[in-house]
T-cell receptor, first 112, second 112 residues
Framework: ETGVTQTPRHLVMGMTNKKSLKCEQHLGHNAMYWYKQSAKKPLELMFVYSLEERVENNSVPSRFSPECPNSSHLFLHLHTLQPEDSALYLC???????????FGSGTRLTVV | QQQVKQSPQSLIVQKGGISIINCAYENTAFDYFPWYQQFPGKGPALLIAIRPDVSEKKEGRFTISFNKSAKQFSLHIMDSQPGDSATYFCAAVYNQGGKLIFGQGTELSVKP
């Protein structure tokens, strides 16, 4: 399998649940990103990992916790979310400092 | 603070017409300006990109026009087709940082 793969594609969770989103890339990239996409808003950069180190956290609430165990995998752990966290969560990868981002298809998250 | 402003939010064009989407930026540290195309249920995919030392770049029916002094750039889709119906995002990248900053997106609908 090539490209950037995100699982699950859809997720419905209650506010007290704990769940994780998974992202996997097979492109030989060494930087990975989480973006949040809400309707009528720009894509919001949440986290940046470069060479497996978190290099940016854009003031994201602590109920979102990223993990990058290696350069091919990225997780977003979710707990005690709010309904306003419902959105499409996109993972992307690139070469560190590079310009060519490749995005996954996203996980559509609904918090009830 | 919205670093990249995109307009219009939505656009309806007849088949064969020209679609024009505009973006403006403030930060002169941006030095790479890509456009992304996103179909429903998919992540954004790189469509075409330009650097500020070039005033125009054309790839097939897609053209970017860049006005460095005005800090504006635009996407032109010639001979628009129903298959071009998608959401288009302009973006900008800080020099050597690789971090993508997106505009709000334009939902394009091409009517047959």
């Amino acid at each position: 399998e090539t490209g950037v793969t995100q699982t699950p594609r859809h997720l419905v969770m209650g506010m007290t649940n704990k769940k994780s989103l998974k992202c996997e890339q097979h492109l030989g990239h060494n930087a990975m990103y989480w973006y949040k996409q809400s309707a009528k808003k720009p894509l919001e950069l949440m986290f940046v990992y470069s060479l497996e180190e978190r290099v940016e956290n854009n003031s994201v609430p602590s109920r979102f916790s990223p993990e990058c165990p290696n350069s091919s995998h990225l997780f977003l752990h979710l707990h005690t979310l709010q309904p306003e966290d419902s959105a499409l969560y996109l993972c992307a990868s690139s070469l560190a400092g590079g310009l060519g981002y490749t995005f996954g298809s996203g996980t559509r998250l609904t918090v009830v | 603070q919205q670093q990249v402003k995109q307009s219009p939010q939505s656009l309806i064009v007849q088949k064969g017409g020209i679609s024009i989407i505009n973006c403006a930026y403030e930060n002169t540290a941006f030095d790479y300006f890509p456009w992304y195309q996103q179909f429903p249920g998919k992540g954004p995919a790189l469509l075409i990109a330009i650097r500020p030392d070039v005033s125009e770049k054309k790839e097939g029916r897609f053209t970017i026009s860049f006005n460095k002094s005005a800090k504006q750039f635009s996407l032109h889709i010639m001979d628009s087709q129903p298959g071009d119906s998608a959401t288009y995002f302009c973006a900008a990248v800080y020099n050597q940082g690789g971090k993508l900053i997106f505009g709000q997106g334009t939902e394009l609908s091409v009517k047959p």
